[in-house]
């Protein structure tokens, strides 16, 4: 087949709304931007066990602490998961990690915001957790069959992580004033970062337009955070807790909320490196990562002696 | 780093069976040096929630697949012989459990 035919046939694919498999032709453009953005989803599952692990010693309760080592434990699925689906495009793990370690490839900027006290472990559950399923949940029907996959695992496994989150601030929204604060305080810091998970609007978002031709994306960022915040407004309310934006009200017309522009600003400054925990995320992973390192080093010698032994 | 180039073992596809009886299912795949880490290592990835009741881990170099461009031709021969389905086969109207 020459390349007018293998691009139609690609396209014909796309229309079909059938998947694209590894060993399927495919635009070297099509082949980066999946790389791309399944190994950034990667980097966010591994890089997000580490604003919640600072938690795990002091939950309030072992069911709590469980629960929380639980959730911590499929991250690192997650993230194990979709290093796999990247590799079936070519590029080895120690390259993608490689790019995370030494601040080429990006994450998720949520995940360079503190967690300062235990009501963060709540508003992540449910908020940040909360976004990243209503961008998963579309996920599961991009094109990339191996991503699909990991998809419908990551949605099924993630169905507890929002619940417990949303469990936590019910109970602190119910609990003495001091709680109740908390849980507010909590849910001030997180509701812009999470609106900002969506990425830029639209208008602004150089690599939308190639991720909703080729069906990676089936729905834009702007469609996404509408939804989440038309879903979560009422979780609010139901336990006494206020969205801090004053522009927030319900309009009939388009049978949603209007609401204020996050600062995108804030948005770009942390993307590039200037967020409050961006240091201290990649730096406790890259020792995390060395720190490993006589335990790889272990493995491969023990296997070349047994070779050895053997021969 | 780069002289930590490839220190990830060989990749294991992963198949899960259920339940006894039923057949195991591709899921995904592994990094390990050896069949009992990867057995391990697919326990602890791909089970989590007593999704499994047995597991298969197949080194991927040895898996043969079709390729995605031959399918036509590859598959060709079962495309002309319908009557290897049950709805070739007129029968009266009205029957049941057939």
């Known amino acids: 087949m020459n390349q007018a035919e293998l691009e139609n046939n690609f396209e014909a694919k796309l229309s079909r709304n059938e998947n694209i498999e590894p060993k399927d032709w495919m635009p070297d453009n099509y082949r980066k931007h999946v790389i791309r953005q399944i190994s950034q989803h990667a980097h966010s599952e591994i890089i997000g066990m580490l604003p919640e692990g600072n938690w795990i010693t002091r939950a309030p309760s072992l069911r709590r602490k469980m629960v929380l080592l639980a959730k911590v434990q499929d991250e690192g699925g997650h993230g194990l998961y979709l290093y796999s689906a990247a590799e079936t495009l070519g590029t080895p793990r120690e390259e993608l990690l490689n790019l995370l370690y030494t601040g080429k490839a990006k994450y998720s900027s949520i995940f360079n915001y503190p967690t300062l006290s235990w009501a963060d472990i709540g508003a992540i559950g449910w908020l940040v957790d909360g976004a990243a399923i209503m961008n998963q949940v579309m996920l599961q029907r991009t094109s990339y069959g191996p991503y699909a996959r990991a998809m ?4 099924k496994e993630e169905s507890f992580h929002q619940r417990q989150g949303y469990e936590i601030m019910c109970v602190l929204a119910k609990g003495s004033p001091e709680q109740k604060e908390m849980a507010q305080d909590s849910l001030n810091r997180f509701w812009w970062p999470t609106l900002m998970m969506f990425g830029p609007k639209d208008a602004e978002s150089s690599n939308s337009e190639n991720a909703i031709k080729w069906k990676i994306k089936r729905e834009s960022n702007d ?30 017309s388009k049978k949603g909320y209007d609401f204020s522009e996050p ?7 942390v993307i590039h490196g200037n967020g409050p925990c961006n240091k201290e995320r990649l730096g406790t992973r890259v020792k995390a990562h060395e720190e490993g390192k006589w335990v790889r080093e272990a493995v491969i010698s023990y296997n070349e002696k047994r070779k050895s032994v053997a021969a | 780093m780069s002289k930590e180039k490839d220190n990830q073992g060989l990749v294991w596809e992963v198949f899960v069976q259920k339940k006894p009886g039923q057949p195991f299912v591709h899921c995904g795949n592994v990094h390990a040096h050896d069949s009992e880490m990867a057995l391990q290592n697919a326990r602890d990835l791909y089970t989590r929630r007593n999704e499994g009741n047995a597991l298969w881990v197949v080194p991927a170099k040895y898996i043969v697949a079709s390729s995605p461009e031959d399918i036509g031709a590859f598959f060709e021969p079962a495309n002309d012989k319908i009557y290897r389905h049950p709805t070739f086969y007129n029968v009266p109207e009205g029957i049941t459990h057939m």
């Open chain 1, 152 to 155: 419908v695992r990551i949605c």
């Open chain 1, 223 to 252: 469609e996404l955070r509408q939804r989440f915040v038309n879903q979560t407004v009422p979780q609010a309310e139901l336990i006494g807790l206020t969205i801090p934006d004053k522009n927030q009200k319900w309009n009939e």
């Open chain 1, 263 to 269: 600062n995108w600003e804030e948005f770009n400054n």
